[in-house]
């Protein structure tokens, strides 16, 4: 059984605690204060009255402390007496003692007083009017009231943090609210310990590294693997050992070297059954050939009593021997020298090899188990971090100047929604993206990979944010609003690639232009359909704009003598694209200048120029419907 500290005091009620202040400024019990300290970090979990002379196992922590005197008797109102009274009560955890005149004492004992005095306890005078059920009762309808008040907080805030996570910019927006209502500072680390994001009044200096550092006690370990061909040894078991007695040997450290041994030593003629005479794993500074044994455990080693060796040193050198004290004669029964768990123990009535090699491909090793969050408090500011469930390493940081009831929550929903936000959204399994990817790397058509992404139709979405620059993170939240996993981000254009069957409907602060669906060898002219679309879409100021369906008068001509007529129309302008996709866009809004200014982002001069630069090398005049009409044919075929 691994050693498990014992605390010097209980820990406190799960209830919403409430300041003594406020149970002082209630006029109906007229509390008053007479000793301790007049801070408001005094907090009260609940009132209890015991009249034991020593309260200690009857408390939980966070106690007032309700009492008339009655275990005192003229003979114990000493000094000595109420300072180891006082004392007790202190480190049982009590919040405060309450003292009730009558009808025992009519005063409060001055040496309790002085008592409270010195160990920092407030005391407070009970007048003799104020029942102690009275008491009571003040403190839970004030805790009562934290509670709903907190209640309120808490679904205020999730509220608010889920509508931030529905803008356009959901990570930035979910930590500017988790920064409000904190009052505080929120943070998004990545897998490598980087700020992505953050929002509110950073904390001090020596506050923000340590909550950087706060992040690697939350952030998942990645699994090693031992090195391929090290030799775990396992001696032969003594003949006198006793049945039971466990002979194990632990498994190779990850970065164990080659030819390192690790040995176990074997149990003595006088080993008690049950005691173990265990190694410590060679460590991932362990020289070659270095050899790390236990001391065989002393004849009067109580049985249940595991002996292990130590980790050696990082500059031990190569054929030393590492050994750990014996346990002493008085070792009680149960206590462990240990440092690491042991290792699993070889199977009864299994003959024990002299080595036992490592397979030749690495043999992962577990992961150290770390916590979904972790705190702190620095130079004034409470730190806080959580692991999003995503798995992939990022972390909520919070700091804040002070902890209220219900921070916790509202920092594990914000947690929750940056998992969403940041995890990878997934349409398909991992396996068969990369499977897909390795195949196009390689040359593979879209044809032939697309089955491995999933069958049928495809659209293409390109969509920009209407004010702040695309990021990574809003990137794939789109994908993810979208339902697709199959996300680009290129020049503040984000494209998602997705099924035909998942219609994509218009997202708040996004422009999107959609492609018409096609089949994998057709992506190339999707993903022109939607940028064009696209580019109508933020002229236009509209949500959504997709790539025309409807059958022509160019469906009614052979494509070939279609795409001839309109590659011999607009060659004057093939050496300049730039001219080319001016008029396909001044053509498609009508010949505005101002629109089509904004599509290509481009000044409305430069507009004007480029439509007569055009009309020039045409030579045609572009304000005639019937060349437009022919042009916008011919921009359509090309």
Not at 99 to 124: N, Q, R, S, Y
Not at 259 to 278: C, E
Request: proline share 14%; aromatic share 4%.
């Amino acid at each position: 059984m691994p050693d498990v500290p014992v605390p010097l005091a209980p820990a406190v009620p799960p209830t919403p605690p409430i300041p003594l202040s406020a149970l002082l400024a209630r006029e109906d019990l007229a509390l008053r204060r007479i000793a301790g300290p007049a801070g408001p970090d005094t907090a009260i979990h609940w009132a209890h009255t015991s009249e034991m002379a020593d309260p200690y196992p009857y408390l939980l922590g966070g106690e007032l402390l309700l009492t008339a005197g009655v275990h005192v008797t003229p003979a114990d109102a000493t000094g000595a007496y109420f300072d180891t009274y006082v004392s007790r009560v202190a480190a049982a955890g009590g919040a405060a003692i309450g003292f009730g005149l009558a009808p025992v004492h009519d005063t409060v004992p001055p040496a309790l007083v002085a008592a409270c005095e010195a160990h920092g306890l407030p005391l407070l005078e009970v007048p003799p009017q104020t029942t102690f059920s009275g008491v009571a009762r003040a403190v839970w309808q004030l805790m009562a009231q934290a509670r709903l008040a907190e209640l309120r907080r808490v679904t205020e805030a999730q509220q608010r943090l889920a509508a931030a996570a529905s803008r356009p910019d959901p990570v930035p927006s979910v930590l500017r609210q988790l920064a409000q209502r904190l009052s505080g500072w929120g943070v998004l680390y990545g897998p490598d310990g980087t700020e992505i994001a953050s929002a509110g009044r950073a904390p001090h200096e020596t506050a923000r590294q340590a909550l950087a550092h706060l992040t690697d006690v939350v952030r998942p370990a990645p699994t090693t693997m031992a090195s391929p061909g090290t030799t775990v040894r396992t001696p032969p078991p003594c003949p006198t050992t006793p049945p039971g007695a466990a002979v194990r040997t632990p498994p190779p450290s990850a970065t164990t070297p080659q030819g390192t041994t690790g040995r176990t030593a074997s149990p003595t003629p006088t080993t008690p059954p049950g005691t173990t005479g265990r190694t410590h794993p060679p460590s991932a500074t362990t020289p070659p050939g270095t050899t790390v044994r236990a001391p065989s455990p002393s004849p009067t080693t109580p049985p249940g009593t595991t002996v292990r060796a130590p980790s050696p040193s990082p500059t031990t050198p190569p054929g030393t021997t590492v050994r750990a004290p014996s346990p002493s004669p008085a070792t009680p029964p149960g206590t462990t020298g240990r440092t690491p768990p042991p290792s699993p123990p070889a199977p009864v009535g299994r003959p024990i090899a002299a080595a036992v090699p490592v397979a030749a491909r690495p043999v992962p090793v577990a992961a150290r188990p770390v916590p979904s969050s972790a705190t702190d408090t620095v130079a004034g500011s409470h730190l806080a971090a959580y692991a999003l469930g995503a798995g992939q390493g990022f972390v909520l940081g919070v700091a804040s100047p002070h902890r209220e009831p219900g921070d916790h929550t509202i920092a594990s929903v914000a947690a929750v929604l940056l998992s969403l936000l940041t995890g990878e959204h997934r349409s398909g399994t991992g396996a068969a993206r990369s499977s897909a990817l390795v195949r196009v790397l390689l040359g593979a058509p879209p044809e032939e990979v697309a089955p491995l992404l999933g069958t049928g139709r495809w659209v293409v979405v390109h969509a920009r944010p209407d004010t702040q620059a695309a990021d990574a993170v809003a990137a794939s939240a789109l994908g993810a609003a979208l339902g697709s996993a199959l996300v680009d981000l290129t020049d503040g254009v984000v494209r998602v690639l997705l099924p035909a069957e998942r219609e994509p409907g218009p997202q708040p602060g996004w422009a999107l232009g959609v492609s018409t669906a096609v089949g994998p060898g057709d992506w190339t002219t999707a993903d022109a359909q939607a940028a064009r679309a696209l580019a109508r879409a933020r002229a236009t100021r509209t949500a959504l704009v997709g790539h025309g369906t409807r059958p022509g008068l160019a469906d009614l001509l052979p494509r070939d003598e279609a795409d001839a007529h309109a590659q011999a129309l607009l060659a004057p302008l093939g050496a300049t694209p730039a001219l080319t996709e001016t008029l396909r866009t001044w053509l498609s809004l009508h010949g505005s200048w101002d629109r089509t200014a904004v599509a290509l982002s481009v000044h409305r001069n430069t507009v004007r120029q480029r439509i007569a630069r055009c009309a020039a090398l045409l030579g045609t005049d572009l304000d005639d419907p019937d060349v437009r009409m022919e042009l916008w044919f011919a921009l359509r075929r090309a």
